[in-house]
């Protein structure tokens, strides 16, 4: 096995053009698991842990540029303000230890449809993008189609994962994940939910109930539907138990679930849908919140 152990992104690019199968390393969260369990043997290891660069972010008051590399422990100290749903779902990731290495790149690179990051990533919004680079040059894949398998993404097998470009919070976030302890442990399902009030829609994300990480694409509709409808967004009143209710079944209908060692199908969709009442709930309050603070 070839260990390539380059210094800057430009070398890392290089190495990737010259060793298209060679895995990425950085904080090897999962990449050694795999390796020690002989899951997966590849021909070349490509550690990224000096290319520094990736492991910064910027904010630019509208969109952070998240380095592949950041580790969940800074997403949690430094962007809990401009990204809520991720730093909440950070805190959730692993141990300790785990959350200073592991970051966004990795679970994305990974593309496990139990990956932390991606409800949050998803609820967002459609904004979100995947910062993929390779020696022919730089692309941003909307994060809607960065999902194309079980644990496969659409990166091509010269590129790289660089950044993550995420859209500023303009409203509460929240996120829910259910497993069989505390920590240390893979979802047996995960939610992500988010108001997006600058533009009247919201966003949502399943994970671990689904072959990819995937949206409740009716269940935003609806729910979007009924706050512009009803000026929702302008009074802050009370959403009605019917509509928590609707939203909570949309978001289990859209799940496809499979029975494993960690859960069934059915308590999947069932707690989907307790997730998704309580986080819109949770949101929704907050945004009642800012509405009276701000009249």
């Not at 999962?30 to 590849?42: G, I, K, Q, S, T």
């Not at 550690?47 to 997403?75: F, K, M």
């Not at 680079?133 to 660089?162: H, W």
């Amino acid at each position: 096995m070839e260990f390539l152990r380059p210094a800057t992104w430009d070398e890392a690019l290089a190495a990737k053009a010259e060793y298209p199968t060679a895995l990425p390393i950085a904080g090897g969260t999962d990449v050694m698991v795999e390796l020690n369990f002989d899951v997966h043997r590849p021909s070349a290891i490509l550690d990224l842990n000096r290319v520094t660069e990736l492991t910064e972010w910027t904010n630019d008051g509208s969109v952070v540029r998240l380095g592949a590399s950041v580790p969940y422990a800074r997403i949690i100290a430094e962007l809990s303000g401009p990204l809520p749903g991720l730093a909440l779902a950070a805190h959730t990731v692993g141990s300790p230890q785990i959350r200073n290495r592991g970051g966004v790149g990795g679970n994305l690179g990974g593309a496990s449809p139990a990956g932390d990051a991606h409800p949050a990533l998803l609820a967002a919004g459609r904004d979100v993008f995947v910062e993929a680079a390779s020696v022919r040059g730089t692309r941003l894949i909307p994060i809607d189609e960065f999902y194309v398998g079980v644990k496969r993404n659409s990166l091509a097998a010269d590129e790289l994962i660089r950044a993550v470009h995420i859209p500023v919070a303009d409203g509460p976030q929240q996120f829910s994940k259910i497993g069989t302890r505390n920590a240390m442990v893979i979802a047996v399902c995960a939610f992500g939910f988010a108001l997006h009030p600058g533009n009247g829609t919201v966003g949502t994300g399943i994970g671990s109930a689904a072959p990819t990480p995937r949206r409740a694409v009716e269940a935003e509709e609806y729910l979007g539907g009924v706050l512009a409808e009803r000026g929702l967004w302008e009074s802050g009143d009370l959403l009605g138990t019917e509509v928590v209710q609707r939203f909570g079944e949309l978001v289990k209908a859209a799940a496809s679930p499979i029975d494993d060692v960690r859960g069934t199908a059915d308590y999947r969709r069932h707690s989907l849908a307790v997730m998704a009442r309580r986080t819109l709930t949770w949101c929704w309050n907050d945004y009642r919140k800012q509405i009276r603070s701000a009249a």
